[in-house]
Each structure stands twice: as structure tokens, then as C-alpha cells.
């Protein structure tokens, strides 16, 4: 199974990037990187997901690393509704027990 | 569209009853999912759906069993509940499948404690 691994929490100020980090060094050829976020008592919300090129969409960016072994989500312009678990997935083909780990807990700060 | 809806939102059981929690989405998709998150844990597959009348174990299938008549609904039956089973539960569905994560939308979660 390819595994991510992301820092346990990080802060971020009101106004500014969010650079969240996720290492996924044993990942496949064909296999997605995902990034979902759980606002408290809320269900999962979907962001973004890319396979080798960067991806931008009306939420966020997603940058991969040319070997494909980590990426970075970009949240340009943090705000406070922003504060939320999330998690980095690398997505399988098929099932094969998804990984939906405890993610990164990021604080927006006023 | 109302996306996926879960009933009901709350519910507390003694063990050994039985119940069933509903899930319904009106979004066309064929794939649909059972998840439940343990506090302050990720989440964890139960069982999925890949279209009506077909159905595959998850991670964590033991002490509930899903049916799938309907596109639109994905119902999961707890039978002989546990306090272990005490947690939040997601349902969700996916359009695609390029890959099995692939863009998934979540339900509100109904939140069930066994006592």
C-alpha cells in the first residue's frame, strides 16, 4: 500500500497561503494523489486531485513533485472558514484499503 | 439537488438492538460508500457499492450488512449493536471512478452511540 504521511497540525494566518505538505515516497505509476477536508462535525468535502501535473481549481492548487514522492496544498488566501482536517490520499484503482489517516489539522488564526 | 442525505442525524442505542441508517443521493451516481470515524480518528470503508445489486466488503464490514435495490439508495443495518460501534457514520457517492477515491461527496454523518 502507498502511505502519506502529513504534519499533525499547522497554523496559518487569516489572509495568507496555506502550505500543507504530504509525503507519499511509495506511490504507483498510475495511482492520484487526493486531497479531501473535514470541517468539524461535517462530513468530508473533496478539494482537488492530480496524477503527475499541477492542478488548480476555484478552491485550491495542487503542486506534485516531478518523482511524484509529495505534494503540496495550496490554499491561496486562507480564511477562517478555512480551519479544517485535511487529509492527503493516494488513490487506488480499485479498493485496496483506502487510507484516510488522521490528516493535517490546520488553525487559520485571525 | 440535495446531494447525499443521511437519516437520521442522531441515535442512541442499548446493545443488541437493531436499526437501520439511510442513505439516499439524487445525484445519478452508481458508486456509493459506508464509512464511520471513531473520535479524533480518520475514516475507516465499511462497505461500498459499484451500481444497484452489486455490493464488496471495506475494511471494516464486520457487524453490518448494506443493501443496494435502487441507484439512489445505499441503506446500512447494524444487527446485535456494540458499544464498539459506537461512532459517526458517513455515506458517500462518486460519479467517476478513475480511481476509488475519485470525488467523492459525504453525507452529514449521523452520529449513533451504543449503550
Known amino acids: 500500500d502507498a502511505k502519506t504521511t502529513q504534519p499533525t497540525s499547522m497554523d496559518c494566518a487569516e489572509g495568507r497561503a496555506a502550505n500543507l505538505p504530504c509525503n507519499h515516497s511509495t506511490i504507483s505509476g498510475n495511482e492520484y494523489v487526493y486531497w479531501y477536508r473535514q470541517i468539524h462535525s461535517q462530513g468530508p468535502q473533496y478539494i482537488i486531485h492530480g496524477l503527475k501535473n499541477n492542478e488548480t481549481n476555484e478552491m485550491a492548487s495542487l503542486i506534485i513533485t516531478e518523482d511524484r514522492k509529495s505534494s503540496t496544498l495550496i490554499l491561496p488566501h486562507a480564511t477562517l472558514r478555512d480551519t479544517a482536517v485535511y487529509y492527503c490520499?493516494?488513490?487506488?484503482?480499485?479498493?485496496?484499503?483506502?487510507?484516510f489517516g488522521p490528516g493535517t489539522s490546520l488553525s487559520v488564526i485571525p | 439537488n440535495a446531494g447525499v442525505t443521511q437519516t437520521p442525524k442522531f441515535r442512541i442505542l442499548k446493545i443488541g438492538q437493531s436499526m437501520t441508517l439511510q442513505c439516499t443521493q439524487d445525484?445519478?451516481?452508481?458508486?456509493m460508500y459506508w464509512y464511520r470515524q471513531d473520535p479524533g480518528m480518520g475514516l475507516k470503508l465499511i462497505y461500498y457499492s459499484v451500481g444497484a445489486g452489486i455490493t464488496d466488503k471495506g475494511e471494516v464490514p464486520n457487524g453490518y450488512n448494506v443493501s443496494r435495490s435502487t441507484t439512489e439508495d445505499f441503506p446500512l443495518r447494524l444487527e446485535l449493536a456494540a458499544p464498539s460501534q459506537t461512532s459517526v457514520y458517513f455515506c458517500?457517492?462518486?460519479?467517476?471512478?478513475?480511481?476509488?477515491?475519485?470525488?467523492?461527496?459525504f453525507g452529514p454523518g449521523t452520529r449513533l452511540t451504543v449503550t
Open positions: 458517500a457517492s462518486s460519479k467517476t471512478r478513475r480511481s476509488f477515491m475519485d470525488e467523492q461527496y
Open positions: 490520499i493516494v488513490g487506488k484503482t480499485s479498493y485496496d484499503k483506502v487510507i
Open positions: 445525484m445519478n451516481h452508481n458508486y
